[in-house]
Nanobody
Framework: QVQLVESGGGLVQGGGSLRLSCAAS????????MNWYRQAPGKEREWVVG???????YYADSVEGRFTISRDNAKNTVYLQMNSLKAEDTAVYYC?????????WGQGTQVTVSS
């Protein structure tokens, strides 16, 4: 199985920035696309951004223009640069890789934005 580990979460003031990382146990990001999801207390997990194997990127309307996904295949790591953070961005963020009909998830990293 694929193992994913997120890091980089923390507490930040509104309007600030944060960069999340997702490290994989194998060189999979050059083969498969990946996604970032987030889940706030009492709400369902929602899709935030996706990146295809070929480099195409797709963003939810709520974060487009503020968040940017990137990758370093040599380090087996995907990043999520988060700028102009808002209180409503507060959530646990998860990285995800879908291989066939299987989904692989990290443990999540907490992002808290004060207002």
């Amino acid at each position: 199985q694929v193992q994913l580990v997120e890091s980089g979460g923390g507490l930040v003031q509104g309007g600030g920035s944060l960069r999340l990382s997702c490290a994989a146990s194998a060189n999979i990001f050059s083969i498969y696309g990946m996604n970032w999801y987030r889940q706030a207390p009492g709400k369902e997990r929602e899709w935030v951004v996706g990146s295809s194997r070929t480099g195409s990127t797709y963003y939810a309307d709520s974060v487009e223009g503020r968040f940017t996904i990137s990758r370093d295949n040599a380090k087996n790591t995907v990043y999520l640069q988060m700028n102009s953070l808002k209180a409503e961005d507060t959530a646990v963020y998860y990285c995800n890789v879908r291989i066939g009909n299987l989904n692989y998830w990290g443990q999540g990293t907490q992002v808290t934005v004060s207002s």
